[in-house]
């Protein structure tokens, strides 16, 4: 069942609720306001799909390579 982000229009208070996407909005859970549904971040992955992000990542950062270098040995400007 998924995680839906809401913020009560009364109090400002802000809770999760797992419910079926065709419910009703919850009202909320401190002072029983009307709330209004919030998307604060993209939904987490697992599995195979985190995988394929994790090498997609990846591919798209600058590959450094040591037979690349052309300072000096006392050079530290690639090491971390």
Do not use: W
């Amino acid at each position: 069942m998924p995680t839906y982000d809401y913020q009560c229009r009364q109090c400002q208070y802000r809770f999760e609720a797992k419910h079926r996407i065709s419910d009703p909005q919850p009202c909320c859970t401190k002072c029983g306001g009307a709330c209004s549904k919030l998307i604060l971040t993209a939904p987490a992955t697992h599995g195979v799909m985190a995988a394929g992000r994790e090498q997609a990542i990846h591919a798209l950062q600058a590959q450094h390579s040591n037979n690349a270098h052309r300072h000096g040995p006392s050079c530290s400007c690639c090491r971390h």
